[in-house]
């Protein structure tokens, strides 16, 4: 059966990352406990992406660190952070149009595999074996799982775009993640299709044991399937706890709605910041 | 109509050939091309070689641009540091045949490494110029480097030695240009089996997510040219046998143009393409030639008319192609077989 990955426990300590003078993310601290699913939210251009892409190594925040099982990160290569077992999603999907639905999830397994140039022009010994070996457990792990067997071989671009979704994700489960960073898993989905990928998440969750960090916009299967929310706006943590905890806090409310308090939105102003944070 | 074919193994799924027809198309194919050398007149023969060696080349391009998507112009370079190093080495050694052929493939790959280095910063049309630049460095090297090169005068080659036998002929070139071509094509075809080629696919997709996906860009880019380039070398060594003499006015960047051409008329990201576009493009002077024969009767001077109209169709051929079937004589065959696939309905 599955090898069974151990969850990993990811560390977020004071991280700040600015493009020029604009702070993208200031001085952000949470934990990611192993085995959970924690959601990252908070309104447009609180810094959620931006979280994402330092934790995936686009981005080198200036300060603070990111620990994976307490060992530091930060400065870490994305492909060596690929192979410690980081998979990600994409927001805009990031799947290769050029390929099938099955070689794009082989694709995430690149890490973990050993066949040199000189045995993938020939195909021979190592390479067919390890390609073989991929196939079997891709099929029986991921693609049932998944439940995407009628499309393996069907070119990406075919997809719609639920099913495209659900490829990455099949994609980003063949990188044997010990951390699932899934950004926007749900976004531009009708109903049915949320609920079939609330469904795989919260599977993935119990049956990999994979720890999992998401960005989502959609509050409802937010407030359904995480253990722990942490709310961002304006680059900074404003609210964090469990799902019940989070939807009462004003702070949260604030940010999203508007404190519906004219003198203080007038008093924000004045004070010049922009920061919902203080204010509320 | 063709039904589903029901596979009972991963192996027999993830085949290079999976159904009755392909192998009985291969079958045949295989057949013409032992039956060819036979059949085949001395001017057919040397069109052969010439499209093995062109073949081979284009392929080896295909994989980096095509299939890397790295534009590349220097391909034409890289074959004349293949056709040099095997001039070289048959005039100092006695080596056999096969052995200056390899060193001629390492070599260029080692060029291609060095040319690729800049890659990983530039990519498309920056990079195709910066592969012009290294192709005018080194055709620089190649008149310059008279002790090694012999300068302008270039090298004459020693016939091939193949365990003895001295190749002259073009019936003997055949059956060793062949082989070399023919495990070279399905060494391509292999390495898009594997997570290599998958790798160099996410890279001609989308770079950034291949990186977050475990893929190191720069090794990736490097390990495309070496081996783009190595299928340069090896077949500039054929190519050194085959004409017996190597100049710097051997590989222009007309040259270059030429390969790129091809795997844009055959199709880009496929095998079969570099194959049909490689074969297409070295046969179309001799289709115009022949109708150029065709028309002598009534129009006079056509002789004189042929150089033109070749140059004319080429560049012709590349725009149509662009224009109206940017995948190239890949996707045709595609859909021809597709029609018969679905047949009797439409597709």
């Given amino acids: 059966m599955r090898a069974p990955m151990t969850p990993a426990r990811l560390e977020i300590d004071g991280l700040s990352l600015s493009f020029g003078g604009l702070k993208a993310i200031n001085d952000v601290s949470f934990d990611v406990k192993p085995g959970t699913i924690t959601a990252l939210i908070g309104p447009n251009g609180a810094g959620k992406t931006s979280m994402f892409n330092c934790i995936s190594g686009f981005y080198k925040p200036q300060h603070g660190a990111i620990r994976f099982d307490g060992e ?112 926007e898993p749900v976004a531009g989905m009708n109903r049915e299709e949320t609920e079939d990928m609330a469904r795989f998440i919260l599977d993935v969750k119990e049956e990999w044991g994979t720890t999992i960090l998401m960005v989502e916009h959609d509050m409802g299967m937010v407030m359904d399937i995480s253990d722990h929310v942490v709310v961002l706006n304006f680059g900074q943590v404003i609210a964090r706890g469990l799902p019940g905890e989070v939807q009462q ?32 | 109509m063709r039904i589903a074919t029901a596979n009972e193994t991963y192996l027999a799924d993830e085949a290079l050939l999976r159904t009755r027809t392909q192998w009985a198309w291969l079958g045949l194919f295989a057949l013409v091309l032992v039956a060819a050398p036979f059949v085949l007149n001395n001017y057919w023969l040397y069109l052969a070689c010439l499209v093995a060696i062109n073949v081979a080349s284009a392929t080896g391009l295909n994989i980096l641009t095509g299939y890397t998507g790295l534009v590349s112009l220097g391909q034409g370079a890289f074959m004349a540091v293949g056709a040099y190093t095997v001039a070289w080495l048959s005039q100092k050694t006695g080596m056999p045949f096969l052995v200056n052929i ?105 770079d950034i997510s291949a990186e977050v996906l475990g893929i190191p860009l720069l090794r990736y880019k490097l390990m495309s040219f070496a081996v783009s380039s190595f299928y340069a070398g090896v077949a500039g060594g054929m190519w050194a046998y085959f004409f017996r003499a190597v100049g710097p006015e051997s590989f ?25 576009g490689a074969t297409f493009m ?66």
């Fill in chain 2, 282 to 347: 070295t046969l179309v002077p001799e289709i115009l030639r022949f109708g150029v024969e065709l028309a002598s009767p009534y129009v006079s001077n056509a002789g004189a008319l042929l150089s033109p109209i070749r140059t004319i169709a080429f560049g012709a051929l590349i725009m149509l192609f662009l224009v109206f079937e940017p995948q190239g004589i890949a996707e045709i065959i595609q859909r021809v077989r597709r029609f018969f696939h679905l047949w009797p309905f439409k597709t």
């Fill in chain 1, 249 to 280: 806090d004003p702070n949260v409310v604030a940010a999203y709605l508007g404190s519906g308090d004219p003198a203080a939105l007038m008093k924000r102003l004045a004070a010049g910041t922009s920061g919902g944070a203080e204010a509320a």
């Fill in chain 2, 252 to 276: 222009t960047i007309v040259e270059s143009i030429f390969f790129l051409a091809a795997i844009i008329v055959g199709g880009m990201g496929s095998i079969l393409g570099g194959i049909v």
């Fill in chain 2, 102 to 206: 390899l060193a001629g493939g390492l070599v260029a790959a080692f060029v291609g490494i060095l040319v690729g280095i800049p890659s990983l910063r530039v990519k498309g049309l920056y990079l195709a110029i910066a592969t012009i630049g290294a192709s005018i460095i080194l055709q620089f090297v190649f008149l310059n480097w008279s002790s090694v090169t012999g300068g302008a005068r270039g090298l004459a080659v020693r016939p091939a030695n193949f365990f003895g036998t001295s190749l002259t002929t073009y019936f003997q070139l055949y059956w060793a240009f062949v082989p070399i071509t023919v495990l070279m094509v399905v060494g391509a075809a292999n390495l898009f089996r594997t997570r290599i080629g998958r790798a160099f696919i996410a890279i001609r997709d989308r």
């Fill in chain 1, 72 to 183: 530091d990160v930060t400065r870490t290569h994305p492909p060596l952070r690929a192979k410690m077992g980081f998979a990600r999603t994409f927001q805009n999907i990031a799947l290769f149009r050029g390929m099938t639905v099955l070689d794009n999830i082989k694709l995430g397994r690149h890490a973990h595999m050993k066949t040199n140039i000189f045995q993938a022009l020939a195909y021979f010994g190592t390479a067919a074996r390890e390609e073989m070996d991929l196939r079997a457990e891709v099929e029986r792990d991921i693609i049932d799982f998944l439940e995407i067997n009628h499309i393996r071989h069907m070119p990406v671009a075919a997809l719609s775009y639920g099913l495209q979704k659900r490829v990455e994700l099949a994609r980003a489960l063949a990188m044997r993640p010990r951390i699932l960073l899934l950004d």
